[in-house]
């Protein structure tokens, strides 16, 4: 299994966006679902998590801005106010990461 996102684009800062990752219904049924991103130069960090049971936990820079809704087969990631800072690429996988990457979406955030 091998995940997949979508949906990154280029938006001006204090905009939004919403990415998709699709899988198998059974691969979030025991696992938390993560979303990850990687800088330019930079390592790739989880900047939001999603337990089996619907707890969700937010790396600092992104608390208060981003969402991860999720249901039976679709992991969501609801970005809002973005910030120059969160250009990156962001990838999904599970929580610790036990799945191949995928190519992962390019989100670009303009001035």
């Known amino acids: 299994v091998q995940l997949q996102a979508s949906g990154g684009g280029l938006v001006q800062a204090g905009g939004s966006l919403r990415l998709s990752c699709t899988a198998p219904?059974?691969?979030?049924?025991?696992?938390?679902a993560g979303w990850y991103r990687q800088a330019p130069g930079k390592q790739r960090d989880l900047v939001a998590r999603?337990?089996?049971?619907?707890s969700t936990n937010y790396a600092n820079p992104v608390k208060g801005r981003f969402i991860i809704p999720r249901d039976k087969s679709t992991v969501y990631l609801q970005m809002n106010s973005l910030e120059l800072e969160d250009t990156a690429v962001y990838y999904c996988?599970?929580?610790?990461?036990?799945?191949?990457w995928g190519k992962g979406t390019q989100v670009t955030v303009s001035s």
């Open positions: 996988n599970t929580v610790p990461a036990g799945l191949p």
């Open positions: 219904e059974s691969t979030f049924s025991y696992h938390s």
């Open positions: 999603i337990t089996s049971g619907g």
